[in-house]
T-cell receptor, first 111, second 115 residues
Framework: EAGVTQFPSHSVIEKGQTVTLRCDPISGHDNLYWYRRVMGKEIKFLLHFVKESKQDESGMPNNRFLAERTGGTYSTLKVQPAELEDSGVYFC?????????FGPGTRLTVT | AQSVSQHNHHVILSEAASLELGCNYSYGGTVNLFWYVQYPGQHLQLLLKYFSGDPLVKGIKGFEAEFIKSKFSFNLRKPSVQWSDTAEYFCAVNAGGTGGFKTIFGAGTRLFVKA
């Protein structure tokens, strides 16, 4: 069974540019989550999809972040325009129930 | 608000030493508790989980954790660590109930095991 995959693995962009991160969940998992870890701090929840609907987006830092999950399959997280403080590792996870399976993360560096 | 506190940010042990990583959480309701591990260069993996039942849970690679409800704790233990246990360990909690809730993580504990 394929795990959660994320693309790209690394991204380096300049302040003000746009970046789109992609997450492909495990097939059949209706729940998809985005998390972020900034500079060795705790991993923080960003949002949760159930199929294509946003169930909880309480962790989204501001309106520069836009997440979508068209058709209830893969999800994208767009940051526009990127700021220096957006640098970090963005994790995606998916689940059928309580137990979440994590992807390898995308390391975003904003310079 | 829910929160998770891990007592140690860095731990250095020699092989064969015993390990205990502390974790306390703040949440008043039913919780699911997890320990995740991230080995160097790898992604987060589930080490063990507690949903209900026996408060002493066994995980992979000889790890175990004990849920003490009265202390809001879920400490991770291993009787004898190996060099290959060098990794970062995260305690996490999500709310009980139907599936699919956001997970709150602690700041992580970096464990280095000296060969």
């Amino acid at each position: 069974e394929a795990g959660v995959t994320q693309f790209p693995s690394h991204s380096v962009i300049e302040k003000g540019q746009t970046v789109t991160l992609r997450c492909d969940p495990i097939s059949g998992h209706d729940n998809l989550y985005w998390y972020r870890r900034v500079m060795g701090k705790e991993i923080k929840f960003l949002l949760h999809f159930v199929k294509e609907s946003k169930q909880d987006e309480s962790g989204m830092p501001n309106n520069r972040f836009l997440a979508e999950r068209t058709g209830g399959t893969y999800s994208t997280l767009k940051v526009q325009p990127a700021e220096l403080e957006d640098s970090g590792v963005y994790f995606c996870a998916s689940s059928f129930s309580y137990e979440q399976y994590f992807g390898p993360g995308t390391r975003l560096t904003v310079t | 608000a829910q929160s998770v506190s891990q007592h140690n940010h860095h731990v250095i042990l020699s092989e064969a030493a015993s390990l205990e990583l502390g974790c306390n959480y703040s949440y008043g309701g039913t919780v699911n508790l997890f320990w995740y591990v991230q080995y160097p260069g790898q992604h987060l993996q589930l080490l063990l989980k507690y949903f209900s039942g026996d408060p002493l849970v066994k995980g992979i690679k000889g790890f175990e954790a004990e849920f003490i409800k009265s202390k809001f704790s879920f400490n991770l233990r291993k009787p004898s660590v190996q060099w290959s246990d060098t990794a970062e360990y995260f305690c996490a909690v999500n709310a009980g109930g139907t599936g699919g809730f956001k997970t709150i993580f602690g700041a992580g504990t970096r464990l280095f095991v000296k060969a």
